[in-house]
């Protein structure tokens, strides 16, 4: 029944759900058939290869007749009775085989009785086809593994996003352009390392399992200790247990790894997501700007990605330096609400509420002034912008502001309207801490499910004293999305969070 498969062994998308079955038997038949005649192919447990694809194609030249062993799984085949073609596909791309019934003998008919997706080790010798393809004259071959389902349609590929992301391992085979997402995925984290370590910063490990779901307002994944008779969290932020380093006289910090939110899902929102945050002594929020431009110019330096891209049809210039505007700047350019002449709380009310935002149950001057921020603004910072000074009531961890104190030294960097990174100049005074984690318990008690805990320890580390320091956290999933015109963050996660089928 494989005749069913098309004569290039793409699948026929136009198959009854019989006659897809008859396939799937058919190739269940083949396998049984392998296993009587003692050629069982799971029972293969080694193949040397000697090239990949992309070797045979860059270095033809001193290839040219020499004998080489490729290993990859069958994508497409062409059987014309006493000689045919097949592509394997491996880590790097593709190659053509070409195979001959004289050169092969008995195992030409095994080969004609292969299927799409069966992964095989081939050895032969390099030559071009007259009409200019690199290939292999394949002189012998072993099956190392038997495709029981069929690849999708070759032509349409894997297409339906749900499907896409449920089976990952089927959807870098039918579009190898998602393949190469994930290596630019690659690309980028490490580039990121090489960066801070030549900046002489020491990349550690903290816990991901926590007792106090601290370091970010964002409401925990709860689990449950069975010896210890303990609730914990999976951490929504390492940033507590790193400014603990830097008391310790690290200095210099980073780690990047999975943090964990159980918040909403959206194409910018996944459960379970990965961030770099760094901390460094005797630096502030200014310096935190300045390493956070030079790590976005040294990735788009290692994968070659212009000043100026376009990103969901948008043009945008990353060209550093980035535009630098105060909440107060932004408020008053892009909601027309001036709140540096609003004294009092009332007037702050009624300047959100002339700019269009509802600050019912708002009760502090910051508080007010952040929520017309947040709804009239940042979907409005298109271009790559940090937005610095930020309202004490929404920086529970930053140093407040010398010259204001209603303000702390924080920023978030805007790309796209998205928050793709946040920075403080880090609170290191143990009182001013105290009073700020207060305030969180006061939050969480009146129902705030995001409100940070108080971390008795974090203060007592404070009080041993820690450096003025800036610390900095990066959304790497939302970065490489903007690096590889992704347009949803499951595309540049391997696995995303998916509910599960019933």
Do not use: C
């Not at 979907?379 to 702390?408: G, H, M, N």
């Amino acid at each position: 029944m494989e005749n069913k498969e098309n004569t290039d062994g793409a699948l026929n998308a136009e198959l009854s759900d019989s006659e897809l079955n008859e396939i799937l038997r058919a190739r269940r038949e083949k396998l049984d058939a392998l296993v009587l005649s003692g050629q069982n192919p799971f029972e293969r447990v080694k193949f040397d290869q000697t090239h990949r694809s992309k070797d045979v194609a860059d270095n033809y030249a001193a290839l040219e007749g020499k004998e080489v062993k490729l290993a990859g799984r069958i994508v497409s085949r062409r059987i014309m009775g006493k000689a045919s073609f097949a592509h394997i596909l491996d880590r790097d791309g593709t190659i053509q085989l070409y195979f001959k019934g004289d050169n092969l003998g008995e195992s030409y008919e095994l080969f004609k009785k292969l299927d799409i997706g069966d992964i095989i080790g081939a050895e032969g010798t390099v030559f071009t086809t007259h009409k200019g393809e690199i290939s292999v004259s394949v002189t012998a071959f072993t099956l190392l593994s038997k495709s029981l389902l069929p690849l999708p349609e070759k032509y349409h590929g894997l297409k339906d996003s749900d499907l896409r992301y449920r089976q990952r391992y089927v959807d870098v085979i039918a579009n190898p352009e998602v393949k190469e997402v994930f290596k630019t995925r690659s690309r980028i984290i490490g580039a990121i390392r090489r960066f801070l370590d030549a900046e002489g910063f020491l990349e550690v490990e903290t816990p991901v399992l926590q007792t106090l779901a601290g370091g970010a307002s964002a409401r925990p994944f709860v689990t449950h200790h069975n010896t210890l008779d303990l609730d914990m969290y999976m951490r929504v932020a390492p940033e507590l247990y790193l400014k603990r380093l830097i008391v310790g006289g690290f200095e210099r910090v980073y780690e990047i790894g999975k943090m964990f939110r159980n918040e909403g899902m959206s194409v910018k929102h996944n459960p379970e997501f990965t961030m770099m945050e760094l901390y460094q002594a005797y630096t502030d929020v200014n310096g935190m700007m300045d390493i956070t431009e030079r790590i976005y110019d040294r990735v788009r330096a290692e994968i070659s990605v212009p000043d100026v891209i376009t990103y969901e049809d948008t043009e945008l210039s990353l060209k550093t330096p980035w535009r630098r505007l105060s909440m107060l700047e932004a408020v008053r350019e892009y909601a027309g609400a001036d709140f540096s002449k609003a004294k009092t709380v009332e007037a702050a009310r009624k300047l959100a509420e002339r700019a269009g935002v509802n600050a019912d149950g708002l009760n502090t001057w910051g508080a007010i002034l952040y929520s017309v921020f947040d709804g009239k603004v940042e979907d409005k910072l298109i271009q790559p912008t940090f937005i610095y000074d930020y309202p004490v009531e929404e920086s529970p961890l930053a140093k407040k502001k010398p010259s204001d104190p209603r303000f702390t030294e924080r920023f978030e960097l805007f790309i796209y309207a998205r928050e793709m990174g946040n920075a403080y100049s880090e609170l290191n005074d143990p009182n001013d801490q105290r009073a700020r984690f207060e305030y969180q318990m006061k939050l969480k008690a009146a129902g705030d499910t995001e409100a940070q805990a108080f971390d008795e320890d974090f203060v007592t580390a404070l009080e041993y004293g820690m450096p003025p320091t800036g610390g900095l956290g990066l959304g790497l999933d939302r970065m490489i999305m903007l690096l590889t015109n992704s347009s949803s963050i499951r595309d540049v996660i391997l696995f995303p969070t998916m509910k599960p089928k019933k």
